[in-house]
Protein backbone atom coordinates (compact mmCIF):
# COMPACT_ATOMS: atom_id res chain seq x y z
CA UNK A 1 0.00 0.00 0.00
CA UNK A 2 2.63 2.92 -1.16
CA UNK A 3 0.00 5.23 -1.55
CA UNK A 4 -0.92 4.86 1.95
CA UNK A 5 3.09 3.81 3.89
CA UNK A 6 6.31 5.44 2.41
CA UNK A 7 8.18 2.42 3.50
CA UNK A 8 8.15 0.89 0.25
CA UNK A 9 10.17 3.93 -0.93
CA UNK A 10 12.48 4.23 2.34
CA UNK A 11 13.74 0.42 2.23
CA UNK A 12 13.89 -2.61 0.14
CA UNK A 13 12.05 -5.46 1.16
CA UNK A 14 15.00 -7.14 3.26
CA UNK A 15 15.77 -3.94 5.05
CA UNK A 16 12.42 -3.17 6.45
CA UNK A 17 12.05 -6.89 7.86
CA UNK A 18 15.58 -5.93 9.58
CA UNK A 19 14.07 -2.94 10.84
CA UNK A 20 10.56 -4.72 11.87
CA UNK A 21 13.07 -6.98 13.63
CA UNK A 22 15.17 -4.33 15.55
CA UNK A 23 12.08 -2.13 16.67
CA UNK A 24 10.41 -5.59 17.73
CA UNK A 25 13.40 -6.64 19.73
CA UNK A 26 13.13 -2.69 21.93
CA UNK A 27 9.65 -3.60 22.76
CA UNK A 28 10.17 -7.21 24.04
CA UNK A 29 13.70 -6.03 26.07
CA UNK A 30 10.93 -3.52 27.37
CA UNK A 31 8.20 -5.70 28.01
CA UNK A 32 11.48 -7.78 29.86
CA UNK A 33 12.21 -4.71 31.79
CA UNK A 34 8.70 -4.76 32.80
CA UNK A 35 8.77 -8.08 34.42
CA UNK A 36 7.87 -10.51 31.56
CA UNK A 37 9.76 -13.59 31.34
CA UNK A 38 7.74 -15.84 29.10
CA UNK A 39 6.75 -14.65 26.34
CA UNK A 40 5.58 -16.40 22.89
CA UNK A 41 6.30 -14.53 19.50
CA UNK A 42 3.74 -15.45 16.85
CA UNK A 43 5.45 -15.73 13.38
CA UNK A 44 3.44 -13.92 10.57
CA UNK A 45 1.26 -16.44 8.92
CA UNK A 46 1.48 -16.53 4.64
CA UNK A 47 -0.93 -13.67 4.06
CA UNK A 48 -0.62 -14.42 0.25
CA UNK A 49 -3.08 -17.05 0.88
CA UNK A 50 -6.14 -15.38 2.66
CA UNK A 51 -8.74 -14.94 -0.57
CA UNK A 52 -8.62 -11.39 -0.62
CA UNK A 53 -5.19 -11.48 -1.24
CA UNK A 54 -5.58 -13.83 -4.24
CA UNK A 55 -8.67 -12.17 -5.56
CA UNK A 56 -6.15 -8.82 -5.57
CA UNK A 57 -2.79 -9.97 -6.80
CA UNK A 58 -3.93 -13.10 -8.61
CA UNK A 59 -1.84 -16.42 -7.84
CA UNK A 60 -0.56 -17.29 -11.71
CA UNK A 61 -1.43 -20.83 -11.30
CA UNK A 62 -0.20 -21.26 -7.74
CA UNK A 63 -2.22 -21.66 -4.19
CA UNK A 64 -1.59 -18.54 -2.60
CA UNK A 65 0.72 -14.87 -3.90
CA UNK A 66 3.94 -16.26 -3.75
CA UNK A 67 4.98 -12.21 -3.55
CA UNK A 68 3.58 -11.65 -0.87
CA UNK A 69 4.70 -14.85 1.36
CA UNK A 70 8.27 -14.14 0.11
CA UNK A 71 7.96 -10.85 2.51
CA UNK A 72 6.72 -12.78 5.16
CA UNK A 73 9.74 -14.87 5.14
CA UNK A 74 11.85 -12.11 5.63
CA UNK A 75 10.62 -11.26 8.58
CA UNK A 76 10.02 -15.10 9.65
CA UNK A 77 13.37 -15.81 9.38
CA UNK A 78 14.63 -13.45 11.56
CA UNK A 79 12.47 -14.28 14.50
CA UNK A 80 14.94 -17.65 15.93
CA UNK A 81 17.65 -15.49 15.82
CA UNK A 82 15.94 -13.05 17.99
CA UNK A 83 14.89 -15.47 20.14
CA UNK A 84 17.97 -16.66 20.96
CA UNK A 85 19.56 -13.36 21.44
CA UNK A 86 16.50 -12.93 23.63
CA UNK A 87 17.29 -15.79 25.26
CA UNK A 88 20.83 -15.76 25.74
CA UNK A 89 21.14 -11.67 26.14
CA UNK A 90 18.36 -11.44 29.25
CA UNK A 91 19.08 -13.63 32.73
CA UNK A 92 15.73 -15.92 33.56
CA UNK A 93 14.35 -14.76 30.20
CA UNK A 94 11.81 -17.70 28.32
CA UNK A 95 11.09 -17.05 24.62
CA UNK A 96 9.55 -18.40 22.31
CA UNK A 97 9.09 -18.74 18.50
CA UNK A 98 5.89 -20.37 16.81
CA UNK A 99 5.87 -20.80 13.03
CA UNK A 100 2.69 -19.80 11.12
CA UNK A 101 4.24 -20.71 7.98
CA UNK A 102 2.93 -23.68 7.34
CA UNK A 103 -0.46 -22.57 7.57
CA UNK A 104 -2.70 -22.31 4.07
CA UNK A 105 -5.48 -24.10 5.24
CA UNK A 106 -6.39 -26.99 7.62
CA UNK A 107 -7.15 -30.39 5.87
CA UNK A 108 -10.54 -31.38 4.80
CA UNK A 109 -10.97 -27.34 4.15
CA UNK A 110 -11.80 -25.26 1.28
CA UNK A 111 -8.72 -23.10 1.25
CA UNK A 112 -9.11 -20.14 -0.71
CA UNK A 113 -12.79 -19.85 0.15
CA UNK A 114 -14.21 -17.25 2.77
CA UNK A 115 -17.13 -18.67 4.58
CA UNK A 116 -19.05 -14.91 3.84
CA UNK A 117 -19.91 -13.19 0.91
CA UNK A 118 -17.13 -10.30 0.50
CA UNK A 119 -17.35 -6.81 -0.58
CA UNK A 120 -14.86 -4.85 -1.73
CA UNK A 121 -11.21 -4.84 -1.40
CA UNK A 122 -11.45 -4.49 2.75
CA UNK A 123 -12.09 -8.42 2.53
CA UNK A 124 -15.05 -8.01 5.49
CA UNK A 125 -18.39 -9.76 4.71
CA UNK A 126 -21.29 -8.16 3.76
CA UNK A 127 -23.13 -6.34 6.90
CA UNK A 128 -25.97 -8.23 7.57
CA UNK A 129 -25.28 -11.39 5.31
CA UNK A 130 -25.52 -14.37 6.28
CA UNK A 131 -22.00 -16.77 6.45
CA UNK A 132 -21.65 -20.22 5.26
CA UNK A 133 -23.85 -23.50 6.89
CA UNK A 134 -20.87 -25.70 7.78
CA UNK A 135 -17.98 -22.86 8.58
CA UNK A 136 -15.62 -26.19 9.38
CA UNK A 137 -15.45 -26.68 6.09
CA UNK A 138 -13.70 -23.50 4.98
CA UNK A 139 -10.20 -21.87 6.21
CA UNK A 140 -11.14 -18.13 6.14
CA UNK A 141 -14.23 -16.60 7.64
CA UNK A 142 -13.65 -13.62 5.73
CA UNK A 143 -11.30 -12.20 3.22
CA UNK A 144 -8.64 -12.19 5.73
CA UNK A 145 -9.45 -13.93 8.93
CA UNK A 146 -8.83 -17.78 9.90
CA UNK A 147 -12.07 -19.49 10.41
CA UNK A 148 -12.74 -21.23 13.64
CA UNK A 149 -11.80 -24.55 12.98
CA UNK A 150 -8.50 -23.04 11.46
CA UNK A 151 -8.33 -21.49 14.42
CA UNK A 152 -8.32 -24.19 16.78
CA UNK A 153 -5.72 -25.76 14.88
CA UNK A 154 -3.36 -23.14 15.02
CA UNK A 155 -3.93 -22.94 18.61
CA UNK A 156 -3.52 -26.92 18.98
CA UNK A 157 -0.53 -26.88 17.21
CA UNK A 158 1.37 -23.59 19.15
CA UNK A 159 0.69 -25.62 22.47
CA UNK A 160 1.42 -29.03 21.22
CA UNK A 161 4.08 -28.94 18.22
CA UNK A 162 2.88 -31.28 15.24
CA UNK A 163 6.22 -30.62 13.75
CA UNK A 164 9.65 -29.67 14.79
CA UNK A 165 9.21 -26.23 13.24
CA UNK A 166 6.08 -25.54 14.17
CA UNK A 167 7.87 -24.36 17.27
CA UNK A 168 11.52 -23.10 18.54
CA UNK A 169 13.09 -23.46 20.67
CA UNK A 170 10.20 -25.32 22.22
CA UNK A 171 6.00 -25.05 21.88
CA UNK A 172 3.88 -23.38 24.28
CA UNK A 173 3.14 -25.94 26.74
CA UNK A 174 6.90 -26.57 27.44
CA UNK A 175 7.12 -22.69 28.05
CA UNK A 176 4.46 -23.07 30.56
CA UNK A 177 6.16 -25.76 32.13
CA UNK A 178 9.28 -23.63 32.38
Given amino acids: MPNNYPTSNIYTPDQY ?19 ARKVVLF ?3 PIGCPPAAIAKYGTNGKP ?5 NNLVKLFN ?24 SWFAAPLNAVPNI ?5 AGPEGLCIPNSNP ?3 RALTAWF ?6 ESSNKILAKRSYNALLPTDAYPYDISHLARL
Fill in 77 to 100: DRLKPLVDDLNNGLSDANFTFINF
Fill in 64 to 68: CVESL
Fill in 114 to 118: ACCRI
Fill in 142 to 147: DGFHPS
Fill in 43 to 45: GLG
Fill in 132 to 134: CLV
Fill in 17 to 35: AAVLIQRYSQQLTTLYNLG
